[in-house]
Structures are given as C-alpha cells and as structure tokens.
C-alpha cells in the first residue's frame, strides 16, 4: 500500500489528487465534479474516507489527464475529501481498481507514478 499526490487534469481545470493503491474505490469532491454528469444513486451508500464517515448520494463518470495519460473511471461524490500532510485540499481520491484498470503504479520511494502498464486500448474478448 502506498500513496502518492500530485496535479491532475480533470475537465480543463487542475485539481490535487491522491493515489492510494490500499484505497478500493475512486471519490470526487462537488468541485471536481463540476462539469461531469453527476448522477444521483438509487441508494444511499455509506464510506469511511479520511477518518470520517461520509454519505454518497451521488456518482459520476470521471475524465481525467494525469501526466498526459487519458483516465476515465466511475467516482463516487463525497462533500470532501480532506488535507494532505501539507493543508493542501484533496479533490480527487483515486483507488486501486482505477489504478489498476489504467495500468497506473506507485512508485514510493521516488514519489512518482509509473505508467509502464498503461494503455487507452482494451482487448476483452477475442475469438479463437
């Protein structure tokens, strides 16, 4: 497990994101969602993120550019997300199924991503 922050692209504006790879899902603050198709959920879920408790009553399809890769996945909308060890505001919380769908990876002791596994091109089914 391991977590790295940095500036993303997400709908022309930039917004600081953490990858957590010990994180299983993907969450947006309101501001980070401005400009996505924000749906509400039929039901309300609940989620422990940042040591709180946070209710979700929504879920978009994210579309972001993370060091000029193209990322598109489903996050959940929470009212925030919290600050990292430098009070710098969180706005995009990306989890290990976005990572590993992206083929995205941390590397820790350097404090980067690696994106050695990433490709826009998905084969699911090929006929023999």
Request: net charge negative.
């Amino acid at each position: 497990m391991g977590r790295i922050r940095k500036e993303i692209g997400v709908s022309g504006r930039r917004h600081w994101a953490l990858f957590d790879s010990g994180a299983r899902n993907t969450y947006v603050t309101p501001q980070a969602a401005e400009g996505m198709a924000v749906r509400d959920l039929p039901e309300q879920q609940t989620t422990g993120l940042g040591g709180k408790r946070h209710q979700i009553h929504q879920a978009c399809l994210l579309f972001a550019e993370v060091d000029g890769h193209r990322v598109q996945t489903n996050a959940n909308v929470v009212d925030e997300i919290g600050m990292d060890e430098n009070g710098r505001q969180i706005d995009v919380f990306l989890g290990a199924l976005a990572m590993q769908q992206w083929g995205i990876g941390l590397d820790l002791q350097h404090e980067e991503l690696y994106f050695r596994h990433y490709t826009p091109d998905f084969v699911e089914f090929s006929d023999l």
